[in-house]
């Protein structure tokens, strides 16, 4: 069954009432009528019949008509009132209007109440829609956890919720207009005001981490303000509608990770250094103190050959199975320490000392290799070092997993930076292997390259090999020439 529509009709007439009464019929509004004669009765029908419009005759009354008008609407709120009578008079319907009339018919263009009346209720319907979602609004910003503010199309502060007070410490009136930027903390109010500004101008949404500093109780906080713009119907720009919300504990956590991070980095940049100083002194006494301690051993073994020259065979053959030993040890502890830390990576150069590796690891693998150098690059030990190693595990992993027959490497200084390139034509490292925990190798790599503000850059493709780019700024240590 249709919503009949409660009306109250205020008429002493019966024609004016029979009147009505056919219009309504004509127009096809299903409606429940209620009607009396007098203004005295209004309070009683309001509380027993709740109208939801009422026409009013205000002839009927002795008041001066904007009077009764008045007097009606402060009893009904809301409701709206439609004047119908047959007197026209302009002044007196515009004092009724501004007194707080809906509408006015005149009876003697009756045809007009059906659309008026519905005209009326639209109206009220949008009203209380609009009350209700101001009410929601409202019930909204007083509970939320963060703060809500509405801006004009110019930028200026038009209303604050509580939340958004106890955040930043200003009062309403405080952050009225642009008083809202006192709010944030001196370091950051003029790249947050540029930022705002821009926004406006070009009617962009707006997000923005920045520190709040809230005078009240000397306290710093940091939030996460957003705010999107609002546009009329017309594509013009109506304001904004923001929040501001406290993630100080967050940021907290951020910086204190990012410390951490920064502590292990530095850490794991000083075991580095620690180890390469150990397997440069290892290297070098393998090399001094062992290698000169065989070659002494080996020539005490000629000397004694010699002078035995004319003794059993016996005692021959073991001199000389004892001095092809000593030969294999010499080889040996001379491999030991190049691998330890390769002589030629100090005394030649980075350049010199992949070309070396490069060959040696050809010769063990069977796999080519080639190595193009743009020009002479000259860099500090510790860069030169991390170079290596990181060369070093990228050939180690081309031994492992790559499956390929040629590997060229590429060393060229770009700007103020020098770039490694390695590049294999084997069965490419797939996505799931770049992101396995277990990939400790490229991990080291990439912490190698971090230490010195540097990038490690690893991807391939199924079939098409895998290419690892090595990117570290350098520090000019010689001047140009």
């Given at each position: 069954?249709?919503?009949?529509?409660?009306?109250?009709?205020?008429?002493?007439?019966?024609?004016?009432?029979?009147?009505?009464?056919?219009?309504?019929?004509?127009?096809?509004?299903?409606h429940e009528l209620r009607v009396i004669s007098a203004f005295d009765q209004?309070?009683?029908?309001?509380?027993?019949?709740?109208?939801?419009?009422?026409?009013?005759?205000?002839?009927?009354?002795?008041?001066?008509?904007?009077?009764?008008?008045?007097?009606?609407?402060?009893?009904?709120?809301?409701?709206?009132?439609?004047?119908?009578?047959?007197?026209?008079?302009?002044?007196?319907?515009?004092?009724?209007?501004?007194?707080?009339?809906?509408?006015?018919?005149?009876?003697?263009?009756?045809?007009?109440?059906?659309?008026?009346?519905?005209?009326?209720?639209?109206?009220?319907?949008?009203?209380?829609?609009?009350?209700?979602?101001?009410?929601?609004?409202?019930?909204?910003?007083?509970?939320?956890?963060?703060?809500?503010?509405?801006?004009?199309?110019?930028?200026?502060?038009?209303?604050?919720?509580?939340?958004?007070?106890?955040?930043?410490?200003?009062?309403?009136?405080?952050?009225?207009?642009?008083?809202?930027?006192?709010?944030?903390?001196?370091?950051?109010?003029?790249?947050?005001?540029?930022?705002?500004?821009?926004?406006?101008?070009?009617?962009?949404?707006?997000?923005?981490?920045?520190?709040?500093?809230?005078?009240?109780?000397?306290?710093?906080?940091?939030?996460?303000?957003?705010?999107?713009?609002?546009?009329?119907?017309?594509?013009?720009?109506?304001?904004?509608?923001?929040?501001?919300?406290?993630?100080?504990?967050?940021?907290?956590?951020?910086?204190?990770?990012?410390?951490?991070?920064?502590?292990?980095?530095?850490?794991?940049?000083?075991?580095?250094?620690?180890?390469?100083?150990?397997?440069?002194?290892?290297?070098?006494?393998?090399?001094?103190?062992?290698?000169?301690?065989?070659?002494?051993?080996?020539?005490?073994?000629?000397?004694?050959?010699?002078?035995?020259?004319?003794?059993?065979?016996?005692?021959?053959?073991?001199i000389r199975s004892m001095m092809d030993l000593a030969d294999a040890t010499?080889?040996?502890?001379?491999?030991?320490?190049?691998?330890?830390?390769?002589?030629?990576?100090?005394?030649?150069?980075?350049?010199?000392?992949?070309?070396?590796?490069?060959?040696?690891?050809?010769?063990?693998?069977?796999?080519?290799?080639?190595?193009?150098?743009?020009?002479?690059?000259?860099?500090?030990?510790?860069?030169?070092?991390?170079?290596?190693?990181?060369?070093?595990?990228?050939l180690t992993n081309v031994i492992r997993h790559a499956q390929a027959k040629?590997?060229?490497?590429?060393?060229?200084?770009?700007?103020?930076?020098?770039?490694?390139?390695?590049?294999?034509?084997?069965?490419?490292?797939?996505?799931?292997?770049?992101?396995?925990?277990?990939?400790?190798?490229?991990?080291?790599?990439?912490?190698?390259?971090?230490?010195?503000?540097?990038?490690?850059?690893?991807?391939?493709?199924?079939?098409?090999?895998?290419?690892?780019?090595?990117?570290?700024?350098?520090?000019?240590?010689?001047?140009?020439?």
């Open positions: 069954m249709a919503h009949q529509t409660r009306i109250l009709l205020i008429e002493n007439k019966q024609e004016s009432i029979d009147l009505f009464t056919a219009e309504m019929r004509r127009s096809g509004i299903a209004v309070p009683e029908v309001l509380e027993e019949f709740s109208p939801e419009i009422i026409i009013v005759d205000y002839t009927i009354a002795e008041l001066k008509p904007s009077d009764t008008i008045s007097i009606l609407k402060n009893m009904i709120a809301t409701t709206p009132l439609i004047i119908y009578s047959a007197v026209l008079n302009e002044e007196t319907v515009v004092e009724c209007m501004r007194s707080g009339a809906t509408d006015y018919v005149f009876k003697q263009h009756s045809a007009r109440l059906g659309s008026a009346i519905e005209s009326a209720i639209d109206k009220r319907r949008v009203q209380e829609e609009l009350r209700l979602s101001k009410e929601r609004f409202n019930t909204l910003a007083k509970v939320s956890t963060v703060g809500i503010f509405l801006a004009s199309a110019d930028g200026f502060y038009l209303y604050v919720n509580e939340r958004w007070s106890d955040i930043t410490g200003l009062t309403y009136d405080q952050a009225f207009g642009d008083g809202f930027l006192n709010a944030v903390h001196s370091h950051d109010r003029k790249r947050i005001r540029t930022e705002w500004h821009r926004c406006v101008r070009e009617r962009t949404p707006f997000q923005s981490e920045y520190r709040i500093y809230r005078e009240t109780d000397k306290t710093e906080l940091w939030v996460m303000g957003q705010a999107l713009p609002e546009v009329n119907p017309d594509g013009s720009l109506a304001g904004f509608v923001g929040t501001i919300t406290d993630i100080t504990e967050r940021m907290h956590a951020e910086i204190e990770i990012d410390s951490s991070r920064k502590q292990l980095r530095a850490l794991t940049v000083r075991l580095q250094n620690i180890r390469e100083e150990e397997r440069t002194h290892i290297a070098r006494e393998i090399h001094d103190d062992l290698g000169q301690a065989l070659t002494g051993l080996k020539m005490d073994l000629a000397w004694m050959n010699n002078k035995l020259a004319s003794t059993d065979e016996a005692i021959q053959k073991r010499i080889h040996k502890v001379r491999k030991l320490a190049t691998d330890l830390r390769p002589g030629i990576l100090d005394d030649i150069g980075l350049a010199a000392a992949i070309e070396w590796q490069g060959k040696d690891f050809s010769e063990r693998t069977g796999i080519d290799f080639t190595f193009h150098l743009d020009e002479a690059i000259q860099m500090d030990e510790k860069r030169s070092t991390a170079f290596f190693r990181i060369f070093q595990e990228s040629n590997v060229a490497i590429t060393l060229r200084k770009e700007g103020a930076s020098v770039l490694l390139t390695i590049e294999d034509d084997g069965r490419g490292i797939a996505p799931h292997e770049l992101a396995n925990p277990r990939s400790v190798g490229i991990l080291g790599m990439k912490e190698r390259a971090a230490s010195f503000n540097g990038e490690v850059l690893v991807t391939g493709a199924h079939g098409k090999g895998t290419s690892v780019r090595v990117r570290i700024p350098l520090i000019e240590t010689f001047p140009s020439a």
